[in-house]
T-cell receptor, first 114, second 115 residues
């Protein structure tokens, strides 16, 4: 199986700190897709970003930024100036090949303390 | 972005009851999925469908069954609920779209408790 590894099970920071969530993936596909989802305590899974394997350009959206590096098979997610509302479980996922299924990492629980 | 609806949001039921969890999407997506997730834990794909009359079992074995008679509707049924079925069930849908913009969008989930 082509795994997605989120080595950080839990991270705790104080508000306004920057925090980076790590994601390392395995793939045998030439074309693949990487995702980040946020799951707040209410339980729904909120789509944050999708990145194609052929587009290594990093992206910034407000306080969120993503660093995609094919050379290290990593797709890390940074929150700048964290806020209490950022507290959630964050999942990294990978899709690709001839099927349309996603492989999820086990998630990282981020707690932002006031 | 997809509009996906799940009902009920919360369900507490006794052992042995038959239950159906509803999932509908309004975007005409061909592909739909069911995941099972214990609180704060990883997601497990239990069923998926790539179109009407097409259903497949996912990576995690489940006693539930699904059907896909209409594109927009993908219900999940448990014939006889047991406490081991207590979990959150998340429905998702996706469409390949243009330029391979494949993305799965999720519904709000159903939290099932079997007593």
């Amino acid at each position: 199986a082509q795994k997605v590894t989120q080595a950080q099970t839990e991270i705790s920071v104080v508000e306004k700190e920057d925090v980076t969530l790590d994601c390392v993936y395995e793939t045998r596909d030439t074309t693949y897709y990487l995702f980040w989802y946020k799951q707040p305590p209410s339980g729904e899974l909120v789509f944050l970003i999708r990145r194609n394997s052929f587009d290594e350009q990093n992206e910034i959206s407000g306080r969120y930024s993503w660093n995609f590096q094919k050379s290290t098979s990593s797709f890390n997610f940074t929150i700048t100036a964290s806020q209490v509302v950022d507290s959630a479980v964050y999942f990294c996922a990978r899709g690709g090949g001839s099927n349309y299924k996603l492989t999820f990492g086990k998630g990282t629980l981020l707690t932002v303390n006031p | 972005e997809a509009d996906i609806y799940q009902t009920p949001r919360y369900l507490v039921i006794g052992t042995g009851k038959k239950i159906t969890l509803e999932c509908s999407q309004t975007m005409g997506h061909d592909k739909m999925y069911w995941y099972q997730q214990d609180p704060g834990m990883e997601l497990h794909l239990i069923h998926y469908s790539y179109g009407v009359n097409s259903t497949e079992k996912g990576d995690l074995s489940s006693e539930s069954t699904v059907s896909r008679i209409r594109t927009e509707h993908f219900p999940l049924t448990l014939e006889s609920a047991r406490p081991s079925h207590t979990s959150q069930y998340l429905c998702a849908s996706s469409d390949l779209g243009s330029n391979y913009r494949f993305t799965q969008y999720f519904g709000p989930g159903t939290r099932l408790t079997v007593l």
